[in-house]
Nanobody, 123 residues
Framework: QLRLVESGGGLVQAGGSLRLSCAAS????????MGWFRQTPGKEREFVAA????????YYADSVKGRFTVSRDNAKNTAALQMNNLKPEDTAVYFC????????????????WGQGAQVTVSA
């Protein structure tokens, strides 16, 4: 059974950077797309970024394009989300997830999920 654990969240000032890591265990992630989503209280979970199983293609929400970079290391069984030029509106709980569907931006395509990592950006 594939299990995912996020790390690297925290508090940062606007304009700063954070790097989220997603460590997988139980199975290899090499056959899975890896996605990052975020959620704030009272709002639905939203797509942030995703990377195909090979790492050959990446996808981003318009709100993070040019600031965030998704990556993966299949040999280390990990994925990562580098977040630069953070804004207060990026404050959320960030989740990594693994999926095998074709709709790489769709929440429904992903299972399992990590427990989430809090990212707080102060103004």
């Amino acid at each position: 059974q594939l299990r995912l654990v996020e790390s690297g969240g925290g508090l940062v000032q606007a304009g700063g950077s954070l790097r989220l890591s997603c460590a997988a265990s139980g199975r290899r992630i090499s056959g899975w797309a890896m996605g990052w989503f975020r959620q704030t209280p009272g709002k639905e979970r939203e797509f942030v970024a995703a990377i195909t199983w090979s790492g050959g293609s990446t996808y981003y929400a318009d709100s993070v394009k040019g600031r965030f970079t998704v990556s993966r290391d299949n040999a280390k069984n990990t994925a990562a989300l580098q977040m630069n030029n953070l804004k207060p509106e990026d404050t959320a709980v960030y989740f990594c997830a693994a999926g095998k569907g074709v709709h790489i931006r769709a929440i429904s395509e992903y299972d399992p999920w990590g427990q989430g990592a809090q990212v707080t950006v102060s103004a």
